[in-house]
């Protein structure tokens, strides 16, 4: 029943959720879950964790594959908007002209295409003179980059901390949206003006 509720739904479906609809108890849910995931391990398809909830996605060692199957090119992101969602990232809530700042170039059409991409959200404005906007992340960040929850991030120390080689082919993963994130077999990835459309959960 697991495999059935998770393979069919558009989202990832939480332990909960999945307790709901099975009428079973959410640890006994839980328990299945670990269990399917060590045992997908070794196909082409995993049953993974992602943003709070759990899926089944393709894996990434054979994402080239599978873009060639659907014609889908890798979701890019541009250094200015990379740089963008990092501060907002780290620093959430935070807002443009903080984020401004840091950058010391102006971010408002970075942050407009992560907005456009679900990437990030506004969360309220600031009780400061202007009440400016204050953004953060959203489950959909999470979810393009196949993190279970903001906790997976590295800290700010480990990533300083990173050579330069290692830094530069993370860099890279993050503009082409390449991070360790296999995907689903289905619905299209956004797209935005002056980035390439995205693929999709099969990448």
Do not use: C
Request: aromatic share 6%; net charge negative.
């Amino acid at each position: 029943m697991i495999e059935s509720l998770v393979f069919a739904s558009d989202k990832p479906m939480t332990p909960a959720d999945i307790a709901k609809v099975t009428r079973a108890e959410a640890k006994d849910v839980r328990r299945l879950l670990g269990e399917l995931h060590e045992e997908y391990k070794p196909r082409g398809i995993h049953l993974d964790e992602v943003a709070g909830g759990w899926q089944f996605r393709s894996s990434a060692a054979n994402a080239p594959f599978v873009r060639e199957l659907l014609q889908a090119k890798p979701v890019k992101l541009t250094r200015a908007q990379v740089e963008t969602l990092a501060i907002v990232v780290y620093r959430q809530p935070v807002t443009r002209p903080e984020v401004d700042e840091i950058r010391g170039v102006d971010s408002g059409a970075a942050l407009k295409i992560l907005l456009e991409r679900e990437l990030i959200r506004m969360m309220g404005r600031k009780e400061e003179a202007g009440r400016p906007v204050l953004y953060g992340t959203t489950p959909a960040f999470l979810h393009f980059f196949g993190l279970k929850s903001l906790r997976d991030l590295p800290t700010l120390r480990e990533f300083t901390e990173l050579t330069a080689e290692s830094e530069a082919v993370l860099s890279s993963q993050m503009m082409s949206g390449e991070l360790d994130r296999p995907s689903a077999p289905t619905a299209a990835a956004p797209s935005s003006e002056g980035a390439e459309e995205g693929g999709s959960r099969g990448q």
